[in-house]
């Protein structure tokens, strides 16, 4: 599947000193959720109070927890365990849905596979060990054979590993991004289905309109602006 923009046509969509598409920016990026709407229907056999991501302490006067961006790079860095990555699941998954309630139920379906966690887990561990390919995190969230959770779709496994790898990364180009339904409406995709190659090659492109930029613009900068993008013309 071609891309409808070439790596220029999105570079031209950085406007130098624009404070809106800056690394600051988008690291503060913060997403509210309620984590009474995972505690009423969590799973009775998982022990939700090692799931400190759904604590009640710290949360606002309305019940709800706010994370961003670099929270979530965070949690990242330490996830080490099967439990480590439940947390992480569930915070990555909340900071992608919001207050959505429905957003949630979909999350709470992914962890009716019992094995969830330890595949995530493994997944993370795959891209890791491939020095953080991103074809390699990709394929192994993708495919049953390696570590594919039902229900757990690219649009949020492409979350888990962003916000793994950023801070555990010592390069800049071929990081692991995020790939929504708005990143993909941008390049011209589908909502849905993107193949391990269509993945490698959105990173590629990022890298490329990164090239042609003066500033050294972060890969995820350039996501945001495709992200939002996509959602203005959705």
């Known amino acids: 599947m071609t891309v409808s923009l070439s790596a ?9 000193g624009d404070v809106s598409s800056s690394e600051e920016m988008v690291h503060a990026q913060a997403i509210s959720f309620f984590p009474r709407h995972w505690r009423g229907r969590w799973p009775e056999r998982l022990e939700i109070d090692s799931v400190p991501i759904l604590s009640s302490d710290g949360l606002d006067g309305t019940g709800r927890r ?19 990555a439940l947390n992480f699941f569930v915070a990555v ?21 019992e094995d969830a966690s330890k595949k995530i887990l493994g997944a993370l ?40 790898s950023h801070d555990r990364l010592s390069r800049s180009t071929n990081a692991p991004l995020i790939l929504d339904q708005y990143v993909a409406a941008s390049l011209g995709w589908g909502p849905w289905g993107w193949s391990t190659p269509q993945y490698v090659d959105y990173i590629s492109l990022v890298d490329e309109a990164r090239s042609l930029l003066d500033s050294d613009v972060p890969g995820d900068v350039i996501e945001y602006v495709l992200f939002d993008h996509g959602r203005r013309n959705a």
């Open 8 to 16: 220029a046509e999105i570079a031209q969509m950085i406007a130098p």
């Open 66 to 84: 706010t994370v961003s961006r670099s929270d979530l790079f965070v949690l990242g860095r330490e996830v080490e365990t099967p439990i480590d």
């Open 93 to 113: 998954h909340s900071w992608g849905v919001g207050t959505s309630a429905r957003g949630v139920i979909r999350g709470l379906r992914v962890l009716e596979d």
């Open 125 to 164: 561990e795959s891209l890791r060990e491939a020095d953080f390919d991103p074809r390699v995190g990709y394929s192994a969230f993708n495919n049953y054979d390696q570590s594919k959770v039902k229900y757990l779709g690219p649009a949020f496994f492409t979350k888990l590993l962003y916000f793994y």
